[in-house]
C-alpha cells in the first residue's frame, strides 16, 4: 500500500494548485500546461466521485479517501513520464488530507498522512476565493469558503510547503504562475524531458538504419 501512495522519482519541476472548491485550479493548471507545452495531472477524485454519484447517488465517505490517494498518485505518476520538464498537478495528497480533516472531524488514515507529508513537489500555487461560486454534483459548502481557505493556507504554513498566493482575474493568476515557476526552471538543471527524449530514441533508429544501409551499400 505504501509504494502505491510514493512518487515516481524522476528530475521534473511539480507544480501544485492547491486550495479550496470552485476556485480556478483546473482551469489554470489547462493554461499552464498549455504555456509550457506539457501535461497535467487532474484531479482523479473528480472522476471517481461523479461515477460514485450517477451510479449510486451518493457523495465521498471517509472509505474513499484511501482509493482516491491512489488513483492520484497512479495518474501523476504515469504522466509525469511524459512531461517536458513540468508537470501541473491539479491536486495533490495534501489536499485530500485537508478535506479527510475537515469532513471527517480530523480524522486522515496515516498511510494518506504519511504520504502527504513525504511526497514533494517544488512549488504549490494556493488559489484564493475571489471566483465566482459554481455548483455541481460534487461540490458544497459554498458558505464556509474562507474556512477551507484557511485550512488549505495552514496546512501549507505546518508542512513548510513552498507557496504563493494567486489572486485576481485568470490573466493575472497566470502571469504570477509563470513568473514563479520560470525562477524555479531556471534553477534546476537536467531536467526530464518527454520531447528530448522521443528525439533521442528516433536519432538512435535513424542512426542504426543508417549503419545498416550503409554496410548493404557497401556490400
Known amino acids: 500500500m505504501e509504494k502505491e501512495l510514493t512518487q515516481t522519482q524522476i528530475n ?3 507544480v501544485v494548485l492547491f486550495g479550496p472548491e470552485s476556485t480556478g485550479k483546473t ?19 473528480r472522476e471517481y466521485l461523479q461515477n460514485k454519484w450517477n451510479n449510486e447517488r ?10 482516491i490517494a491512489i488513483g492520484q498518485i497512479k ?4 504522466l509525469a513520464k511524459k512531461a517536458d520538464k513540468i508537470l501541473i498537478c491539479d491536486t495533490d495528497l495534501l489536499e485530500t488530507k485537508v478535506y479527510s480533516e475537515e469532513f471527517y472531524g ?4 496515516d498511510q494518506l498522512n504519511e504520504a502527504a507529508d ?4 517544488d512549488l504549490y500555487l494556493l488559489t484564493y476565493i475571489d471566483t465566482p461560486w459554481e455548483a455541481d454534483d460534487l461540490r458544497d459548502r459554498p458558505e464556509q469558503r474562507l474556512e477551507m481557505f484557511n485550512a488549505f493556507e495552514n496546512a501549507l504554513k505546518k508542512h513548510n510547503k513552498n507557496y ?15 513568473k514563479a515557476i520560470d525562477k524555479i526552471l ?19 533508429f535513424l542512426h542504426q538504419n543508417s549503419e545498416g544501409f550503409s554496410a548493404n551499400f557497401n556490400y
Not at 27 to 45: D, G, I, K, Q
Open 12 to 14: 521534473i519541476v511539480k
Open 27 to 45: 482551469t489554470l493548471s489547462r493554461h499552464l500546461a498549455r504555456h509550457y507545452n506539457t501535461v497535467w495531472a487532474p484531479e482523479f477524485a
Open 58 to 67: 451518493k457523495t465521498c465517505e471517509k472509505d474513499d479517501l484511501l482509493p
Open 75 to 78: 495518474l501523476e505518476n504515469s
Open 106 to 109: 480530523g480524522f486522515v488514515d
Open 118 to 121: 513525504k511526497n514533494e513537489y
Open 164 to 178: 504563493i498566493l494567486l489572486k485576481g482575474n485568470k490573466e493575472t493568476r497566470l502571469k504570477n504562475a509563470i
Open 186 to 204: 531556471k534553477e534546476k538543471k537536467g531536467l526530464h524531458s518527454f520531447s528530448d527524449s522521443l528525439r533521442d530514441v528516433d536519432m538512435h
